[in-house]
């Protein structure tokens, strides 16, 4: 499949899951892991880490939904202090749709070589162009900075005595994001190579797939 057409139908799939309820979540599902089956692959370490590296987001989205939704208290016992019914299943909702997006991240490096995403992100980034963007610049840093989600360390370094509480874990987290961050958006200009995969435009039948993501996640929201 044309990488073009692997990182729309990402987008379109990321999309449907982020806007859905648990109808779009189990559809998901089954695209995702019909996905994993008809390519043969399997999670990758990087995929494993990614998951890894977001386990404070999902404590940050359980505190969020469980105790700032109002609704039937989960433990009635605790009063005003209870988490509510409707926050765990907005919190399990929104963190089973991110694990889902982050498998399709895992799946779509997986399919789609450094080149051929360059390619893709620069086909799709010269939609930008009237507004004055480069198509080049865009393609390079969104490459790069995939390339630094899938290589950034949350662990602090071995020569920095260990955090003193949760609060410096989390500040040394993020100081961690940012530096990769600021680190993709620096990296010196390179020559982008992308003509081998556009020339020619993906085959018309191609667009079936992010065509039918759109329809199956809308459909069901429709009936739903």
Do not use: N
């Amino acid at each position: 499949m044309h990488p073009l057409v692997r990182v729309v139908s990402f987008m379109a799939f990321s999309l449907g899951l982020s806007l859905g309820q648990w109808p779009e979540l189990l559809l998901g599902s089954v695209v995702l892991a019909g996905g994993y089956w008809r390519s043969g692959r399997r999670l990758s370490r990087q995929g494993r880490r990614m998951l890894a590296r977001l386990r404070w987001f999902f404590l940050s989205i359980a505190v969020l939904y469980l105790w700032f939704t109002p609704g039937e208290a989960l433990l009635p016992a605790l009063g005003a202090a209870s988490p509510s019914w409707p926050g765990l299943l907005q919190g399990l909702l929104r963190a089973g749709s991110l694990i889902l997006i982050v498998l399709a991240v895992d799946l779509l490096l997986q399919l789609t070589p450094r080149d051929q995403m360059l390619g893709a992100l620069y086909r799709l980034a010269g939609l930008l162009r009237p507004l004055g963007v480069s198509s080049e610049r865009f393609a390079l840093r969104m490459s790069l900075t995939l390339e630094a989600v899938g290589s950034i360390s949350l662990q602090p370094e071995a020569t920095e005595p260990r955090p003193a509480g949760w609060r410096r874990r989390l500040q040394q987290m993020s100081e961690a994001l940012l530096a990769q961050w600021h680190r993709a958006l620096r990296a010196p200009a390179q020559t982008l190579e992308v003509e081998i995969l556009l020339d020619e435009a993906p085959p018309s039948w191609q667009w079936g797939l992010p065509v039918f993501l759109v329809a199956a996640f809308w459909g069901v929201g429709i009936l739903t």
